[in-house]
Each structure stands twice: as C-alpha cells, then as structure tokens.
C-alpha cells in the first residue's frame, strides 16, 4: 500500500514537473519569437529610412529594378539603396552595367546583409533576402518602363515592404512580388505570417506594423493609397 502511494506520487511529480517545464519552454518560446519580431522591426524601419532618404536624394523612389540597353532587369533596389544603408563600399565594387548574375557580379551574391534577413525564417542562406517590395501600376513601384508616367496619388501612407510567405531570392536578384492588376493578391497566399500568425509590413511614411490577416483586410489595399484605421 505504501508503495502505491509512494509510486502515485512520483507519478503526480513528474507530471507536474513535465508540464512546469512544458509551459517555461513555451515561455521562452514566445520570448525568443517576440525577439524575432522586434528585429524584423528595426529591419524593416532601416530599410524605409533608406527608402526615404534616396527619394529626398533622387526625388522618387528607386526603381524595382535597373535595366540594361537591352531591356533586361539587371539589378534589385535592394543594391540602389547600399550607400543609404552604409554599404557605400560594396555598391562602388558591384559592376552596375551588367547584370547581377554575370560573372563578375556573382562573387558579391554569398554576402550577408542582416537587414536583410528576418530571424523568424529558418534558411542559412547567407545572401537571401526574406522582404520584398510590391510591382505594379498602382503601387509605389512601377514596372521601370512605366515609370516615367507614373503617378499615384500619395495623401495617404502606401505599403514599401512585407515579408513574402515564399521568397528564395539573392539580394542582388531583381525579383519581388507582381501586382498584375487583376485584383487577385491574396495575403493569406502571398504573405509570411511569421510572427505567431502575425506579419510585419512597413509603409511610405515609415510606419512598421505587426498586423494579423483580419487586420490587414480590414485596413491595408495593396495596390492603392489608403488611410489606416479610423
């Protein structure tokens, strides 16, 4: 009888310590993603202050992509902004006239740029960048031959980055996501909800938000200037 008692206890014990460690692990869990997200964050806010400090600069934004004299893309904003993200000496190396894959280009591709990167992701991939920019008509970022005739209306703040549900991308690679105008972007197709069901997505007007898909329906157009909340 004793040893019946004795063993139900051990047994309540452990169960009580497996679930008190359960829960202290699921703790740190969300701590170390609350982390992810506070870096994500500033990613993105350095990203929009580089943004912004190239249109002061240039009067516009930087193209998706340069193009060559051929008319193929050549090289992703994401090289444009290295000199407004203290990169200046990496950008004086690349070869702007050719393409970013060329020979010469592709011993720049391995490098790492944090800001480049969301923690939350779990590909090794040194050169990867996990944000991307929206193209299109109605976005901040036309297709570079229509940027000459581009002109939309910026009273309220548009949408600069997000974070793509699946993105294999090179920094250098000109590639990003295509609105083709047909109203069929679904974020809950086209977006990384990486953050406890949660994305991070930034705007014009620097503005970085953690914003859950019902949210995003509710407050966020893609492809045309809109105001946010109430």
Same mark, same amino acid.
């Given at each position: 009888?004793?040893?019946?008692?004795? #063993?139900?206890?051990?047994?309540?014990?452990?169960?009580?310590?497996?679930?008190?460690?359960?829960?202290?692990?699921? @703790?740190?869990?969300?701590? $170390?993603?609350?982390?992810?997200?506070?870096?994500?964050? @500033?990613? @993105?806010?350095?990203?929009?202050?580089?943004?912004?400090?190239?249109?002061?600069?240039? $009067?516009?934004?930087?193209?998706?992509?340069?193009?060559?004299?051929? $008319?193929?893309?050549?090289?992703?904003?994401?090289?444009?902004?290295?000199?407004?993200?203290?990169?200046?000496?990496?950008?004086?190396?690349?070869?702007?006239?050719?393409?970013?894959?060329?020979?010469?280009?592709? @011993?720049?591709?391995?490098? =790492?740029?944090?800001?480049?990167?969301?923690?939350?992701?779990?590909?090794?991939?040194?050169?990867? =960048?996990?944000?991307?920019?929206?193209?299109?008509?109605?976005?901040?970022?036309?297709?570079?031959?229509?940027?000459?005739?581009?002109?939309?209306? #910026?009273?309220?703040?548009?949408?600069?980055?997000?974070?793509?549900?699946?993105?294999?991308?090179?920094?250098?690679?000109?590639?990003?996501?295509?609105?083709?105008?047909?109203? #069929?972007? =679904?974020?809950?197709?086209?977006?990384?909800?990486?953050?406890?069901?949660?994305?991070?997505?930034?705007?014009?007007?620097?503005?970085?938000?953690?914003?859950?898909?019902?949210?995003?329906?509710?407050?966020?157009?893609?492809?045309?200037?809109?105001?946010?909340?109430?």
């Amino acid at each position: 009888m004793k040893a019946a008692i004795f #063993n139900a206890k051990w047994t309540i014990a452990i169960i009580f310590a497996t679930i008190t460690v359960a829960i202290l692990l699921l @703790q740190n869990s969300f701590r $170390g993603e609350t982390t992810h997200a506070d870096v994500c964050t @500033q990613n @993105q806010l350095f990203l929009a202050r580089a943004f912004d400090q190239y249109k002061r600069d240039h $009067g516009c934004y930087p193209p998706a992509y340069t193009l060559g004299k051929d $008319g193929a893309p050549l090289h992703s904003w994401r090289v444009l902004l290295l000199p407004y993200l203290g990169k200046k000496d990496v950008y004086d190396l690349i070869r702007l006239d050719e393409a970013w894959d060329s020979e010469y280009n592709t @011993q720049f591709h391995d490098m =790492c740029f944090p800001m480049f990167h969301c923690p939350a992701r779990k590909s090794k991939r040194g050169g990867r =960048c996990d944000y991307a920019i929206l193209v299109g008509e109605h976005t901040v970022f036309p297709m570079p031959a229509m940027r000459e005739h581009h002109n939309v209306a #910026n009273q309220y703040p548009m949408v600069l980055i997000v974070e793509p549900k699946e993105f294999v991308a090179c920094w250098m690679e000109p590639k990003d996501i295509v609105l083709d105008g047909s109203k #069929n972007f =679904c974020i809950d197709n086209n977006l990384g909800w990486l953050h406890h069901g949660e994305t991070i997505i930034t705007f014009t007007d620097c503005s970085v938000k953690k914003m859950a898909p019902e949210e995003m329906k509710s407050e966020v157009n893609f492809d045309t200037p809109r105001k946010l909340g109430p």
